[in-house]
C-alpha cells in the first residue's frame, strides 16, 4: 500500500476508536455534572431510585445523541437524492412509509462492506452505507439492504435493546445494592457477572432480529423494484 492509503487507513482507524470512546465520554460527562453539587452526588449514590433515574437518563441520552455523534465521528457524508442510490432508496422508503433524517455514505476508504441504522426516532435516525458496499451492489441487492435496515425500525429492535440493557444494568446495579451495599468488590463482581450475562443474551438477540429484519426486504418485491 502506497503512503496515501496508510494515511487513509490509519485515519479510518482512528475514527473507529474515537467512537467506541464515545459513550465512555458521555459517561464521563453526566458524572462530572453530577459530581458538581456534592448534595446532587450523595442523592445519587445513596438513592437507589435516583442512582436508577440516572442510569435511565444517561442510556436514554447516549441512545439520542448517539447517530449525530457517529456521523460526526465517522467520516460520512450525505447520500444525494438526486443520484440513482438515492433516488431507489427513497423509493423503498415510501413504499414502506419509513423516515429517517438521513441517509449517509460512510468512507471506510473502501476497507469495509457494512450497512447500519442508528437512532430512535424518524428525526434522529440515520442510514449508514460503506463505500465499498455501495461499488459491490446492483441496484436490487442495495434496496434490499435497505430493506434490511428497515426492517429493524419496523421491528423496534433499536428501542428493544436499550429498554433490555437498561433493565440488566438496572438490575446488577440493584442486585449489588441489595447485597453488599458497602462492598465494593463484591457490587463490581455482580455487575461484572450481569455485563458478561448480557453479552451473551446480546449475541443471541442480534441474531434472532438480524432474520427478523430480512422480513424487510418484501418491502422490495411490494415495490416491483
Same mark, same amino acid.
Given at each position: ?15 473507529? #476508536?474515537?467512537?467506541?470512546? =464515545? ?10 455534572? $453530577?459530581?458538581?453539587r456534592?448534595?446532587?452526588? /450523595?442523592? =445519587?449514590?445513596?438513592?437507589?431510585? *435516583? ?7 444517561? @442510556? ?5 445523541? *448517539? ?7 465517522w ?12 433516488s431507489?432508496?427513497?423509493? =423503498? ?7 429517517a433524517? %438521513?441517509? #449517509? $455514505? ?7 462492506a ?19 458496499? @455501495?461499488? %459491490? ?5 442495495l ?11 419496523? +421491528?423496534?429492535?433499536v ?17 449489588? %445494592?441489595? /447485597? ?8 463490581s463482581? /455482580? =455487575?461484572?457477572?450481569?455485563?458478561? !450475562?448480557?453479552?451473551? !443474551?446480546f449475541?443471541?438477540?442480534? +441474531? ?8 424487510? /426486504?418484501?418491502? $422490495? ?5
Amino acid at each position: 500500500a502506497g503512503p496515501t492509503e496508510l494515511r487513509r487507513g490509519r485515519s479510518f482507524q482512528l475514527r473507529l #476508536l474515537a467512537s467506541s470512546l =464515545v459513550p465512555v465520554s458521555v459517561y464521563f460527562l453526566f458524572a462530572v455534572l $453530577v459530581g458538581l453539587r456534592e448534595d446532587v452526588r /450523595i442523592h =445519587v449514590e445513596r438513592v437507589a431510585l *435516583l442512582n436508577a433515574a440516572f442510569l435511565s437518563l444517561l @442510556l436514554t441520552s447516549l441512545a439520542a445523541l *448517539l447517530p449525530r455523534l457517529l456521523a460526526m465521528t465517522w467520516e460520512t457524508t450525505p447520500l444525494p437524492r438526486t443520484s440513482m442510490e438515492g433516488s431507489l432508496l427513497e423509493a =423503498v422508503a415510501a413504499r414502506a412509509s419509513f423516515r429517517a433524517r %438521513q441517509v #449517509l $455514505v460512510w468512507r471506510t476508504g473502501h476497507s469495509m462492506a457494512n450497512a447500519a441504522i442508528v437512532g430512535l426516532f424518524p428525526s434522529t435516525r440515520i442510514v449508514l452505507f460503506s463505500d465499498s458496499l @455501495l461499488t %459491490q451492489l446492483a441496484p436490487r441487492e442495495l434496496a434490499a439492504v435497505y430493506a434490511h435496515e428497515i426492517g429493524h425500525a419496523a +421491528r423496534h429492535h433499536v428501542t428493544i435493546f436499550l429498554c433490555w440493557a437498561l433493565a440488566f444494568f438496572l438490575g446488577g446495579d440493584l442486585l449489588a %445494592q441489595a /447485597i453488599a451495599p458497602d462492598e465494593l468488590w463484591v457490587g463490581s463482581a /455482580i =455487575v461484572l457477572g450481569a455485563v458478561v !450475562v448480557w453479552w451473551f !443474551v446480546f449475541s443471541w438477540l442480534s +441474531r434472532r432480529f438480524e432474520l427478523e429484519a430480512d422480513l424487510g /426486504i418484501d418491502t $422490495v418485491k411490494q415495490a416491483e423494484i
